[in-house]
């Protein structure tokens, strides 16, 4: 069973903000920032290719409700919302989950950089959409 099926069934104690039947919610244990969220459904299933799309929208509602929560009550004054999909992109809990990362100053202690590359944007936009109908 998986980590994160553990906290679901509360044989690991962790810090719950939102329960239904098919979404859980609770503190990342790393608080990578003050309100660090991770939100999961409760069916075990690996990661965000993997989940069906109707899902993945409660998910997403749930995670909007927390942000604006966070928003009001901690003070954060944006967010970042993301997924890691498998090792390589850095995921370490293959359990799917939405991290909601509260931002409270451009120089707080989450860092995020998106490097430039000189790449030919129609060849890729071609690549991307062959086999289309
Ligand atoms: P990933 O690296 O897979 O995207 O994220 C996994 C997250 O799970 C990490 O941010 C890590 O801090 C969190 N995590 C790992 N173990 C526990 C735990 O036992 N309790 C809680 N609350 N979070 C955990």
Same mark, same amino acid.
């Given at each position: 069973m998986s980590l994160f099926k553990k906290i679901i069934n509360k044989e690991i104690p962790a810090h719950i903000l939102y329960e239904d039947e098919e979404v859980f919610a609770f503190l990342d244990i790393s608080q990578t920032t003050k309100g660090h969220t991770l939100i999961i459904p %409760?069916?075990? *299933? %690996?990661n965000f290719l993997e989940t069906d799309s109707q899902l993945i929208g409660k998910m997403f509602k749930v995670t909007q409700q927390l942000a604006k929560k966070i928003e009001e009550n901690?003070?954060? +004054?944006g967010f970042n919302v993301l997924t890691n999909m498998n090792e390589v992109a850095g995921? +370490?809990?293959?359990h799917f989950h939405i991290h909601l990362i509260p931002r409270y100053?451009?120089?707080? *202690?989450l860092k995020i950089e998106f490097s430039s590359n000189e790449l030919d944007l129609n060849e890729i936009k071609t690549m991307i959409l062959k086999n289309q109908d």
């Open positions: %409760k069916v075990e *299933t %690996k901690l003070g954060a +004054t995921q +370490t809990v293959f100053d451009e120089n707080d *202690t």
